[in-house]
């Protein structure tokens, strides 16, 4: 670039457009935000990989694109003016948001505490299973792995001992799994279907426990129970009771004992009165003069002469099933009068039983709360939480679930706690971290807390709210009480609550005090002090903090913006880059078009543009004001227009060069045109689950089943469904009902997946290879078939015929399946040509130059500086990826470099706490005779993952170790 690109945006008068009182941070709230890299191989089992307001401104220097912005006036957001409507970024308006969760200073010691909690919980301690879960869970969110989160979650509902809380929980899981729907969608508490999960049954969660060792039949699939038949005593013959069910062949029986209410009379047998009841005993066999008569007024109790009926016939059979269901209400009135907790209990069950929707809820809950029925305000309770967030845009169901005294009636009727706020809470700060029903739903929150992490989460919280909402004063006090409960993260907040306050240099002296404080600070912390930093302070602390936590996505904004504040928009490109190789996220994908744009690289912006839409259909541009496809369609005469028959080229030419953001692109074009292609949604999912971003993925998914036109493509794309959630079993029934249907491709393609899903024989193994062998004969297309050789090749290798293997990996090859390089490379190992194998990953390393899949599967075969080199390239390209670090620290290891070897690891898991990397830090540390530390990551590990068995083992005899010291 040159001097005249700022003299042109001077001329356009961009600055007073660029005034940081104008902007905000880049910031990802409401976007698809989602991490991994595209993977160079293959996938050894599948063609699917495994299922794993901002305000912002640009500059064009086009004049006629000029035009067309300045022209349009999109929802009033743009005024034909004398200079562009966004400017440029300005690198001292970006600010990091700050993570509104638990984060723990060192994440090990915190998992480690958290297994110790559940190991003593489970031997009978005091503290109870399912907060250990929910505790877990909120732990589990500064990990960011969705896997993590569910089985917390699902662990917590198997632990939740009573209905109110299982209701809670399930409702939860529901609504985490609501991406899964298919079209039309069920009523929210109709009955769970053959793949509904058992802990996300509605029955279950009212009417019925689970254990949490063998999970019984789902109420909704289980046959009817025989009706009972009342005890032999208890038949009799009473015409006023034959609307309740009792029969006409009954015996007669001899009442003794008459309620007077009005005018009517209602015959009784005294002693099954008296045994509704203590106080009924007592009235009716005790000192009181009532039991010496016959004949009791009942007028001015409060029950009607058919609710006496129905109290005399339940005294007598137990069962309330046959009364109206408008007797019901009565009976429970009764029951609360006089104590009954059998005929309360049978009331409560049927009342709430008969919820089944929001209109029902609505109509009962003032009566459950009334009287306390625990059951039946579950059940209406159940209802509004299975309908959000809709639900919370009912001004009568907010007001029950918001408001102080709605949580006091809900307490009472034993229907308040933290779980419930716990999930309310998270949901709306999902929607609109600013509202006032978020506040309020905090507000319930922190008075159901009671145990010092959910205080903390709760003050912490309500920080980030009020800073949203820039009520910075109130931000402040709430973030130090959350200090004051131990969050040592809520600095953070303390320091940037200052900082909008106006005290840059108070909020600077607290960042830098918390660096000075630990020996091992860790990101966030030079991040922050980064904020408030001035000149040439900056710089440093976002490289620090860049080398302690890469996934953190500020520093690279910073510094990109920076670069191109010096005209420098290249390398701002580059630097920008660096990030998206390995997370993809909507805001960096923006910038990224931001700087396509002011190189007037249309095509490259229009790419960035659409990987966004891809990701969040409904992200808005450029200060919240302009959707992508209006940008798109402005750009549209600065581009080369292309017909799908362009497009299928040009995902064939993406396909092969393994630019998977370019493939995602051309997909999401083609979409725009045949927007019902469900062919193009499949292959948008697997797209989107090779770049990791399994929740658009999974929405393409069900895209594709819903606008799918023929029965054997529905029942494949449901068939994945089926998978990716984990019914395997299902799946693979879907896919053998789609191929009797019409035999296809993608049917035979998920029938082996489903079944090479596992340890197979060399038998199995092989008819696997038979399925794709079929699925290659039906109709498809290059880049599906290139996957099915690849399989097939992958299969081969496993069962030793490496010839065999090498003829599939060449035919893939052969039709452009560029990964199918990996697998020869492979090949060429095992028949121990190692230099060949070197050789073949380095053809796949030139056409996927920034890759670290790549270069992380070529060390394998390189030797001494080869492999260290490739491995540090891999960590440069991607520094999630833990096998570099794994392999590094065991050569220092094997070197007797111990601490350098412990060090390795320590830097990864300090911003990556996996499960391999702690495991393999554990077994140094055991080597090392640290046994203290040994047992620390062996708890951390099990956290992650309560069934390692490598782990267990080696915390096993840890334990052994410690227990003579103790």
Known sequence: MTNNFLTTIRSLKLIEGCKAAQFYAFSSVGAASTSGSGDAGGST??????????????????????????????????????????????????????????????????????????????????????????????????????????????????????????????????????????????????????????????????????????????????????PDTPPPHRLRRNTSDAAYGVGEEEETETNDLWFIIGEEEVACERSCIAALSKPLNTLLYGGFAEAQRDRIDFTRDGITPRGMRAIAAYSRHGQVDDFPPDTIPELLAFSNKFCCEGLKAACDDKLGAM?????????????????????????????????????????????????????????????????????????????????????????????????????????????????????????????????????????????????????????????????GEYDEPAGWMYQERSLYCVGKEKMPDLQTATELDPTLTYPYKYRAVALLEEDNVESAIAEISKVLGFKMVTHCLELRAWFYLALEEYESAVQDVRAILTLDPTYMMFHGKMHGEQLIELLRGQMQQWDMADCWMQLYDRWSAVDDIGSLAVVQQMLTREPGNSSLRFRQSLLLLRLNCQKAAMRSLRFARNCSLHEHERLVYEGWILYDSGHRDEALAKAEQSIRLQR?????????????????????????????????????????????????????????????????????????????????????????????????????????????????????YGDGDNAKTDLNTATLLDPTRTYPYRYRAAVLMDENKEEEAIGELSQAIAFKPDLQLIHLRAAFFDSMGDNASTLRDCEAALCLDPAHGDTLELYSKASMKAEPQS
């Not at 279907?193 to 009212?206: F, G, M, N």
């Not at 408001?403 to 929607?431: K, T, W």
């Not at 230099?835 to 380095?842: G, K, L, Q, S």
Request: one cysteine or more; a negative charge; hydrophobic letters at 40%.
């Open 355 to 515: 919820v089944r929707g929001v209109d029902d809820a609505l109509s009962l809950i003032d009566l459950g709360l009334e009287e306390a029925a625990h059951l039946l305000v579950a059940a209406c309770l159940q209802a509004f939480l299975r309908e959000l967030p809709k639900s919370l845009t009912n001004p009568d169901i907010a007001r029950l679930l918001c408001s102080p005294e709605g949580r006091e009636c809900l307490d009472i009727a034993g229907n308040a706690s933290f779980a419930l706020y716990y999930f309310l809470s998270s949901v709306a700060m999902e929607q609109d971290m600013r509202s006032n029903t978020t506040v309020m739903l905090l507000e319930r929150l922190y008075e159901c807390a009671e145990l010092p992490w959910q205080k903390q989460l709760t003050l912490h919280q309500l920080g980030c709210v009020m800073l949203e909402r820039g009520e910075f004063e109130d931000a402040q006090g709430w973030f130090e009480d959350a200090i004051a409960e131990g969050h040592v993260y809520s600095l953070a907040g303390v320091a940037r609550a200052k900082y909008k306050r106006g005290h840059k240099y108070s909020a600077y002296k607290l960042m830098n005090s918390v660096v």
């Open 744 to 860: 296809s491709f993608e049917a035979f393609f998920l029938k082996a997946y489903a079944l090479g899903d596992s340890s197979l024989d060399k038998e199995s193994a092989l008819s696997v290879v038979q399925l794709l062998e079929h699925a290659n004969s039906c109709a498809s297309d290059n880049l599906r078939k290139g996957q099915a050789y690849n399989n097939m090749g992958s299969i081969y290798v496993d069962c030793d015929m490496l010839d065999e293997a090498a003829e599939c990996y060449g035919i893939a090859l052969n039709i452009k399946h560029t990964r199918a390089h990996q697998g020869l490379a492979r090949v060429h190992y095992l028949k121990n040509r190692k230099a060949v194998a070197f050789e073949e990953m380095t053809e796949l390393v030139k056409i996927a130059t920034n890759s670290a899949s790549a270069y992380e599967k070529r060390s394998e």
């Open 45 to 226: 089992s599948g063609g699917r990989p495994p299922p794993p307001p901002p305000q912002k401104s640009f500059s064009l220097r086009s004049a006629s694109l000029y035009n067309q912005l300045a022209a349009s006036s999109i929802s009033g957001a743009f005024a034909a003016e004398p200079h562009l409507p966004c400017g440029l970024p300005v690198a001292e308006a970006l600010e990091p948001a700050l993570d509104a969760c638990l984060r723990p200073v060192d994440h090990v010691s915190a998992l480690a505490a958290s297994f110790r909690r559940v190991s003593a919980a489970t031997t009978g301690g005091d503290d109870d299973l399912c907060d250990v879960y929910l505790e877990q869970h909120a732990l589990f969110h500064s990990i960011g792995d969705a896997r993590l989160l569910r089985r917390a979650l699902r662990a917590a509902r198997v632990h939740a001992d009573d209905p109110h809380r299982r209701v809670v929980l399930a409702a939860w899981l529901r609504y985490e799994r609501r991406e899964d729907e298919l079209e039309p969608t069920p009523p929210p508490l109709a009955p769970c279907t053959a793949t509904t999960p058992l802990l996300e049954c509605p029955l279950a969660a009212v009417f019925a426990g689970v254990s949490s060792s063998v999970y019984p039949v789902c109420p909704c699939r289980r046959p009817p129970s025989p």
